[in-house]
């Protein structure tokens, strides 16, 4: 089964997917991936899927079968073993290494029972509904007091993903993992120690400062706030924040979600107007769970942290510098990305 | 000019390299770059190349002209400006955020005068001129005290770099910086760490645990030793680490040319052969600059630290789930990826 590996000299942790267990083969076929004939996201063809563990249906409709607007599956290939209670392990040692079970959550929340369509042409009602999911299954995932975070993200476009089996169906997949990512450790860190030398948020001091300044504002409302982060390591980054300090997204409002569903689609559709329908990750920075209370960030946290979703445009490639250093190189600027994206059209 | 601005919340760097200035229409081109007619790193083309900088040549031969095995020239789209002395400025704040000049060099190391020849197919003789040239520049970039690290890295094949102006000509690239990495910092500090607690390198105990175990080798001689390492965030990922504790890849000893140049060739054919000519990074890791003595690593760094070679395959593609967690997804074992890479032949 799948295994955490921690590296001993910079401290990442590696998921060995060795369910998946790929050959040379696999790696050297020049074909890409064709588009399946049919579609197991598509309405009518749920029973291609594994069972449903979620969704927001129409009356009287009934699981397993049509009727749904947003549906949550578990993966068929999941990178990591979903194990609801007892039968797993602690991380070990192994000399040097640190290893663990790969145990976790790999889930996906199909966004639509439509092919063809995505985020930037669902109706702002529907964006509401699926951002009502992504909230739930969320919720569900912080029952499972095995689970110490979870990455909410889209893969949209053949760069961005696995370019195996593709099927161009509109959906998110919801990563529950036993451990907190280095990334997000970090992150808490130095959230934590800007906090306790200033007494402000640093996300809303940013906020703050990019609202002053204006040169990297994309767009705006009421509740939420986009613009192109000082350091965007990737061309036409996008962040967006809520503008009241919060540290999970699922504490957010519902009175919020239609200014979150017109800044989401607004930002998606300037990309695809300006670059043509550009391959793009979608990510959700929310604090991670708080099941074990002695951990002193988590005093803290709520003050401390500010949920954000980050939009990362795929139109460069690392190379060796970005692997050796950790350093990216952006052509772009986000001051002349964030120009381009607010005269860029805001319509469908 | 270029930029080096740090991200607030992750303390990443980034390098804005304004000069290359791309606009979405650069991005959006949908024709794979062909490769150009004439390529500036052949033999007889030195014209249109930048001045040489530096050469391993034929008796008798002059600078910028034929006769040259091995040659290094400035890049012609520097990601960061050569200022020798004076005119450039430190680090400075900007409300949050920290930028600074992007002051530096880049510059490429062509291995050869022959167009489709790379490492896996020089002879090693000719191996041992590419390892004498790379130490030379490291060694020329290290007394501009400006810069603190060097990362010296080659991109193969299409996927592993920027695939505009593409040309199939075996080089290297030397991008020396004014800033130690975060990675680099982090991992010095690991190691430091663990020689604190243990009085012992952690590359060596690691060397001495893979050597004990086994399953991970791919192949060595007497002075070095080349695996698959155990949380490979890349499938058939190579670490080459010489066996005599060393921290400067510059202070290896010249005898030691021959052993390197022929593991080094073992794994890249061995990587061809096994995998059909895969695009892969090769990434040199050695220990920075060490011009401020003040630095507190600095005064352990020669026992701490241990040089080593890099070789990752650009197999699989990142997606939403590195980067928002930066945990990377290895369909393939280290274990797996070694025992075939023993199998496979070494023979070009």
Not at 90 to 109: C, F, L, P, Q, T
Not at 118 to 144: C, G, M, P, T
């Given at each position: 089964?799948?295994?955490?590996?921690?590296?001993?000299?910079?401290?990442?942790?590696?998921?060995?997917?060795?369910?998946?267990?790929?050959?040379?083969?696999e790696?050297?076929?020049?074909?890409?991936?064709?588009?399946?004939?049919?579609?197991?996201?598509?309405?009518?063809?749920?029973?291609?899927?594994?069972?449903?563990?979620?969704?927001?249906?129409?009356?009287?409709?009934?699981p397993?079968?049509?009727?749904w607007?947003?549906?949550?599956?578990m993966?068929k290939?999941?990178?990591l073993?979903?194990?609801?209670?007892?039968?797993?392990?602690?991380?070990?040692?192994?000399?040097?290494?640190?290893?663990?079970?790969?145990?976790?959550?790999?889930?996906?929340?199909?966004?639509?029972?439509?092919?063809?369509?995505?985020?930037?042409?669902?109706s702002?009602?529907?964006?509401?509904?699926?951002?009502k999911?992504?909230a739930?299954?969320?919720?569900?995932?912080?029952?499972?007091?095995?689970?110490?975070y979870?990455?909410?993200?889209k893969?949209?476009g053949?760069?961005?993903?696995?370019?195996?089996?593709?099927i161009?169906?509109?959906?998110?997949?919801?990563?529950?993992?036993?451990?907190?990512?280095?990334?997000?450790?970090?992150?808490?860190?130095?959230t934590?120690n800007?906090?306790?030398?200033?007494?402000?948020?640093?996300?809303?001091?940013i906020?703050?400062?990019?609202?002053?300044?204006?040169?990297?504002?994309?767009?705006?409302?009421?509740?939420?706030?986009?613009?192109c982060?000082?350091?965007?390591?990737?061309?036409?980054?996008?962040?967006?924040?809520?503008?009241?300090?919060?540290?999970d997204f699922?504490?957010?409002?519902?009175?919020?979600y239609?200014?979150?569903?017109?800044?989401?689609?607004?930002?998606?559709?300037r990309?695809?107007?300006?670059?043509?329908?550009?391959?793009?990750?979608l990510?959700?920075?929310?604090?991670?769970?708080?099941?074990?209370?002695?951990?002193?960030?988590?005093?803290?946290?709520?003050?401390?942290?500010?949920?954000?979703?980050?939009i990362?445009?795929?139109?460069?490639?690392?190379?060796?510098?970005?692997?050796?250093?950790?350093?990216?190189?952006?052509?772009?600027?986000?001051?002349e990305a964030?120009?381009?994206?607010?005269?860029?059209?805001?319509?469908?």
């Amino acid at each position: 089964m799948s295994e955490l590996r921690r590296d001993p000299t910079l401290g990442y942790w590696t998921i060995m997917a060795s369910e998946r267990g790929w050959r040379p083969a696999e790696y050297t076929s020049k074909k890409i991936a064709e588009e399946q004939r049919e579609c197991p996201f598509c309405e009518g063809k749920e029973s291609m899927t594994t069972s449903e563990i979620f969704a927001i249906r129409k009356p009287g409709s009934q699981p397993n079968a049509p009727g749904w607007e947003v549906r949550s599956i578990m993966s068929k290939i999941p990178i990591l073993k979903d194990v609801t209670g007892g039968d797993w392990q602690e991380s070990m040692g192994h000399g040097v290494y640190d290893v663990r079970e790969g145990i976790g959550r790999h889930e996906v929340v199909v966004e639509t029972p439509q092919h063809h369509q995505d985020l930037d042409n669902f109706s702002l009602e529907h964006i509401q509904k699926v951002i009502k999911a992504y909230a739930e299954r969320i919720r569900a995932a912080e029952k499972n007091s095995t689970f110490e975070y979870a990455l909410l993200f889209k893969n949209h476009g053949l760069v961005s993903g696995a370019a195996r089996d593709v099927i161009r169906h509109s959906r998110s997949q919801l990563i529950a993992l036993p451990i907190i990512p280095k990334r997000i450790r970090e992150q808490l860190a130095m959230t934590k120690n800007y906090y306790e030398r200033r007494e402000r948020c640093l996300f809303c001091d940013i906020l703050r400062k990019e609202s002053t300044e204006g040169s990297r504002i994309v767009v705006q409302n009421d509740s939420f706030f986009a613009y192109c982060p000082f350091a965007s390591r990737s061309p036409f980054e996008i962040s967006i924040f809520p503008k009241k300090h919060t540290a999970d997204f699922t504490a957010m409002e519902e009175l919020l979600y239609p200014d979150l569903a017109w800044i989401l689609k607004q930002c998606l559709v300037r990309l695809r107007n300006l670059l043509d329908d550009p391959p793009y990750n979608l990510i959700l920075n929310t604090a991670p769970f708080r099941h074990k209370k002695q951990k002193t960030y988590w005093k803290t946290i709520e003050q401390d942290y500010h949920w954000s979703w980050q939009i990362t445009p795929r139109l460069t490639m690392n190379a060796g510098f970005e692997w050796g250093t950790g350093i990216h190189i952006n052509p772009t600027p986000p001051e002349e990305a964030a120009a381009l994206l607010r005269e860029a059209s805001g319509d469908e």
